[in-house]
């Protein structure tokens, strides 16, 4: 099987595991500065990956005869759903993201019990663009007798350094400090100025799922 390189930065579907939104101003939105109360940047980041799977690799079509593309040849389409993180931030040097999924399946017509299994990854990106780990797995789903829908359940889990995946104290400083009007940054977003979004984006982990596709299946879905 000839493996895949990770698409661009398009997501199916975006989980933010335990992320937490501060309150600290009634009227502030996250991510936004709310200059008349007297604050900084009201939402705090979590140390937990954000969860994502992404764009063409969230399914995937068999055919028979394999080397068909024709409609009348797919024999299974299967699809990742009910993507669900669970993050360990207990707080210790190490933060666990465990993901539980399901795959439902169709087959191309009702016939005796079949089981089939599909290669799937779970990579852990740093800062969007770096690859820290890759773990490839397998997920059985089982049809059964009679019945053309078939479902599987699997898990990926990844592992994040506390440290790495928190931000520098002058920078979290930089961005939360309180700002009240007439102040000189006042009306400045401190996460535009580029060393501050450098800083924000090495600190930031992704746990990105989907099948482990051939170049022609991920050829195939991206011509869909």
Known sequence: MMPISLPSRKFLTVLCGTAAVATVAGCA???EIDVNGGVGITATRSACPAV????HTGDVTLFDP???RDAHAIDVVAAMTNVVPQCNDSGGEKVYQLVDFDVVATRRE???ARSITLP???TVLQGGTAVVAKRLGNVTVTFPEGQVRGTGHAQASAYVDRAAATLPADIRERITR???AGDQDAAIDP???P???AAVQRASFELLIGFQLTQEQLEYNVRR
Request: glycine fraction near 4%; proline fraction near 8%.
């Open 52 to 55: 994502a799977v992404p764009l």
């Open 195 to 197: 060393e501050v979004r």
């Open 110 to 112: 009702a016939g005796p």
């Open 120 to 122: 799937y990854y779970a």
């Open 66 to 68: 394999a080397a068909s």
């Open 191 to 193: 996460l535009s100025l």
């Open 29 to 31: 939105k996250d991510n």
């Open 178 to 180: 309180r700002r009240k």
